[in-house]
């Protein structure tokens, strides 16, 4: 009598059950992929140019080569813009609801507090900016982005690039894109002239922000009001 059995490890290894584990494989990396991608950050610098509207640079050709730095760390965000000719610093603090204003032209300087009342008032506005997807996509500073339309209350609209790999921890650290389901890597603002200002990344570093790039200045700024700045 011949003893009739098949191993175990032959019954595994048959090319019917290995092409089933193959595609079980590949089944789920596509299935997981995009969310292990997708990475929530706390920390990051953020590098842009800013292309202003022609008729600016006809005004003064010296804002040539304006840019704009985010930084961002836990609850705590800078907003550097740098039109050559002026700086401008925002320090926003989401957890104290604070914004702090630092204003430089040519080493006179000064510094705005902003009240809790402001501070909430413009958040709500930003709050309420509705963003709709589109199909197109675009490479920027080596991150796939996608084309999104933001709709503001008063109804005008200004066009965003973000990625979707990059979800920031603090949702407030720029209240313009509070809505937004990435961050955003190209995008356009709104002058109060009615033109629109395009602002594009260059370079986005993933590494812990010092503390101190955060630290409102306690000398060499004369505090004045929105009101008196707009007076002088």
């Known amino acids: 009598m011949v003893a009739c059995f098949t191993s175990t490890d032959q019954l595994t290894n048959t090319p019917h059950t290995m092409s089933y584990r193959l ?4 089944f789920l990396l596509w299935l997981t992929s995009p ?3 997708q990475r929530t950050i706390s920390d990051a610098k953020i590098i842009y140019k800013m292309d202003l509207p022609p008729e600016q640079l006809q005004t003064d050709a010296m804002l040539e080569g304006s840019t704009l730095t985010q930084y961002m760390r836990g609850q705590l965000s800078r907003i550097d813009m740098d039109f050559n000719v002026v ?3 925002y320090l926003i603090n989401t957890k104290d609801e604070t914004l702090t204003t630092l204003i ?3 080493g006179t300087k000064y510094m705005i507090r902003a009240k809790k009342d402001q501070y909430e008032k413009e958040l709500k506005q930003y709050e309420n900016v509705q963003f709709k997807d589109q199909p197109e996509t675009r490479q920027i500073a080596g991150y796939t982005c996608r084309k999104t339309i ?3 209350p008063d109804g005008n609209t200004f ?3 973000y990625t979707p790999d990059l979800v920031p921890e ?4 720029n209240r313009r894109f509070v809505n937004l389901k990435g961050i955003p890597l190209e995008f356009e603002i709104l002058t109060k002239t009615g033109s629109k200002m395009r602002v594009i990344a260059t370079k986005v570093e993933l590494f812990p922000i010092p503390a101190s790039y955060f630290d409102v200045p306690k000398t060499g700024y004369k505090v004045v009001s929105a009101e008196e700045l707009k007076n002088m």
Do not use: M, P, S
């Open 150 to 152: 933001g709709t503001l």
């Open 35 to 37: 969310i292990l991608a």
């Open 104 to 106: 430089d032209q040519h």
């Open 87 to 89: 700086k401008y610093t």
């Open 23 to 26: 595609f079980l494989t590949f």
């Open 159 to 161: 066009e965003v690039y």
């Open 170 to 173: 603090n949702r407030h650290y």
